[in-house]
């Protein structure tokens, strides 16, 4: 079975600003994917960026961006320029490929507060 | 935003009543799930569907029941509602295993 964790139930940064939330994984698959959700007071589950396991290019989405280290089986988020919309929970989840039909294993969640 | 509708989107009911929650797709797409939130916990999957009629278990799914008769209609089941069911639960779709689910809005369902 696949774990993931984040360790940094909460964190806080100043609008403008750069913030990394951190997210490790235990797995023995070879195959699977990674991405980051994010969750505001709306409750909404929005996807911010997917990493393919396979591809050694980290994934970027304007503003964000991931530091993928498939060796320590850690993927973390950074967020570039925070801005106020960007306060949220964030969810670290992970896709096994080949039969496991997409199921996600989420991690516990980051609560990010930007700050004005 | 993809096309996914849960019903209904908050519900109060008592311990020992069955129900049962809704998740409504437009967009066609093969896979669908059901994932609970909890504090604490993220989301955990409780069930799945790769196609019509063909459902199976997740982590969390003792307790609960699926179906799904047709592609765009995916129904969880809670035979006889616990306490401990009281949570978020979110639907999820995806057209392919690899590719990112999309999530409806969530139904908050409080068991008394």
């Known amino acids: 079975a696949q774990t993931v964790t984040q360790s940094q139930p909460e964190m806080s940064v100043q609008e403008a600003e750069t913030v990394t939330l951190s997210c490790t994984y235990d797995t023995s698959e070879s195959n699977y994917y990674l991405f980051w959700y994010k969750q505001p007071p709306s409750r909404q589950m929005i996807l911010v960026i997917r990493q393919e396991a396979y591809k050694q290019q980290n994934a970027t989405e304007n503003r964000f961006s991931v530091n993928f280290q498939k060796a320590a089986k850690s993927f973390s988020l950074k967020i570039s320029d925070s801005q106020l919309g960007d306060t949220a929970m964030y969810f670290c989840a992970f896709s096994a490929g080949g039969t496991s039909y997409g199921k996600l294993t989420f991690g516990q969640g980051t609560i990010l507060t930007v700050h004005p | 935003d993809a096309g996914i509708t849960q019903s209904p989107r908050h519900k109060v009911t008592e311990t020992g009543t069955p129900v049962t929650l809704r998740c409504h797709q437009t967009e066609n797409h093969r896979y669908m799930y059901w994932y609970r939130q909890d504090p604490g916990h993220g989301l955990r999957l409780i069930h799945y569907?790769?196609?019509?009629?063909?459902?199976d278990k997740g982590e969390v799914s003792d307790g609960y029941s699926v179906s799904r008769s047709k592609t765009e209609d995916f129904l969880l089941t809670l035979e006889s509602a616990t306490s401990s069911q009281t949570s978020v639960y979110f639907c999820a779709i995806s057209d392919d295993r690899a590719q990112p689910q999309h999530f409806g809005d969530g139904t908050r369902l409080s068991i008394l």
């Open positions: 569907s790769y196609g019509v009629k063909d459902t």
